[in-house]
């Protein structure tokens, strides 16, 4: 598994100074554009996960969207979007939370995840771990459960996974 895992490192590129000085951005958009590289990536955050009993599968606007769609889908389940604020039209619990570099809001509907369901939380990105921590208390306040984390990317020396604890994580590549 490690040795196809490396095989999609040449499809992520590095952008210095976005989107602050200081920042190396992990970019996939070379992996989104190589459907072969895509699917594998999928394949991979996914299968750790298949007898897990996953109900639902969320993710974080915007790349968790693309990856979170794509591993509901390998894992015959339901997509739910935590979404920016003002972009959900029903009622919402909403959470504001720390990033690497500055502060933001995630919302999603009251109604979209059944009381005890269980569900997976997908991201491309694992860094500090404040999208992902937002993302996993949105889900308890839906009455939901979150089980694990899957993220195409786990940059360690930031410390994302120790801030998810105890929940499990699974990364396809860490830098």
């Avoid at 996960?49 to 794509?70: K, N």
């Avoid at 009381?115 to 839906?142: N, Q, S």
Wanted: with cysteine; glycine share 8%; aromatic share 6%.
């Amino acid at each position: 598994m490690q040795a196809l895992a490396s095989m999609l490192e040449r499809f992520v590129r590095d952008v210095a100074d976005f989107p602050r000085k200081g920042i190396v951005f992990k970019d996939v958009t070379p992996l989104l554009a190589d459907p072969g590289a895509l699917a594998m990536a999928v394949e991979l955050m996914a299968n750790p996960w298949r007898s897990a009993r996953i109900d639902a599968v969320v993710g974080a606007e915007s790349r968790g969207f693309i990856f979170g769609t794509a591993v509901a889908q390998a894992l015959n389940t339901g997509f739910v979007p935590m979404r920016k604020p003002g972009k959900l039209p029903a009622p919402t619990f909403s959470i504001k939370y720390e990033l690497e570099y500055g502060n933001d809001a995630m919302h999603v509907h009251q109604d979209a995840l059944a009381p005890g369901a269980r569900v997976l939380v997908v991201d491309d990105l694992l860094a500090t771990g404040g999208t992902m921590r937002a993302c996993i208390e949105l889900v308890r306040m839906t009455g939901a459960c979150p089980v694990a984390a899957s993220v195409f990317i786990e940059l360690p020396a930031l410390g994302g996974r120790t801030a998810l604890e105890p929940l499990p994580v699974h990364s396809v590549l860490r830098y």
